[in-house]
């Protein structure tokens, strides 16, 4: 598989129905037993947050994804989860969608031209606004895997917060997508070296002006955490089957230890 060569400054490729996915993606979690809470209502469209408890002495596991509009394949592969309902011995909190009107506009960006990705140290937007508050309202994650895709990128790759210096799950979750996509081979993305697809950046959360969802929940709520970044120029349905096997491959890894 090789790079479609669509991406010219921004994506161009597959786009998907978000109004579809999330409501399906809501039949299948309800169908499976989820919990289901709506944390934010705009003018046409909500924001739900899931969870399913196993126990009290299982982990706590948060994922999410859909925070920018041009990346489909997270919201599609958490929907694919969903309805596979093949999930470890944990407890577990999901976050389908972020930032559905992005996805209408087919932009990074929500409707009114706010990057969400960048708001959480600030909070200015409603949406995050309503998302931090629901997210506090939880108990602390053992972990966190965040679905994200990069239209530059050649290949997968993986940011790691683990300011807990626990166990790493970066290269078996790398070792695990590599049989399925292409892993980034540049040394250097978005500023940040990377090694073999692993990037570890020295975060000091007080010196960046922004903060991502990654760095609040650093902060704020779990010791380690997985950005999940797949090669956006490429077919959507390998994007997908990438997250997929990296969703996987995370849980199996951290079931491990």
Excluded at 1 to 10: E, S
Excluded at 189 to 199: F, K, L, M, P, S
Excluded at 212 to 229: H, I, M, P, R
Aim: charged share 25%; proline share 5%; with cysteine.
């Amino acid at each position: 598989m090789h790079k479609l060569g669509k991406n010219a400054g921004r994506y161009h490729g597959e786009t998907i129905d978000i109004d579809r996915v999330q409501r399906e993606t809501h039949e299948a979690a309800v169908r499976h037993h989820w919990e289901s809470e709506v944390f934010f209502r705009g003018k046409d469209f909500e924001l739900r947050g899931y969870k399913r408890l196993h126990s009290t002495t299982a982990p706590n596991i948060y994922i999410s994804t859909g925070v920018h509009g041009d990346e489909p394949s997270g919201p599609v592969a958490v929907l694919e989860l969903v309805k596979e309902n093949a999930w470890p011995a944990a407890n577990l909190w999901l976050v389908p969608c972020i930032n559905p009107t992005g996805f209408r506009l087919n932009t990074r960006e929500n409707k009114d031209g706010v990057d969400l990705n960048r708001d959480y140290r600030h909070l200015n937007c409603a949406e995050v606004r309503a998302h931090v508050h629901w997210i506090k309202e939880q108990p602390q994650f053992d972990l966190n895997l965040l679905l994200h895709e990069d239209w530059e990128s050649n290949g997968f790759y993986v940011y790691e917060l683990n300011p807990g210096k626990r166990r790493s799950l970066a290269e078996d979750i790398i070792e695990a997508v590599r049989e399925v996509c292409a892993i980034e081979s540049a040394d250097m993305v978005d500023n940040w070296e990377c090694r073999a697809g692993i990037i570890r950046p020295g975060v000091d959360p007080t010196q960046r002006p922004q903060w991502a969802e990654a760095v609040w929940l650093s902060v704020n709520k779990t010791n380690q955490g997985y950005t999940l970044e797949t090669p956006s120029d490429f077919a959507l349905e390998y994007r997908v089957r990438a997250h997929l096997t990296a969703v996987r491959g995370a849980l199996r890894s951290f079931f491990k230890a």
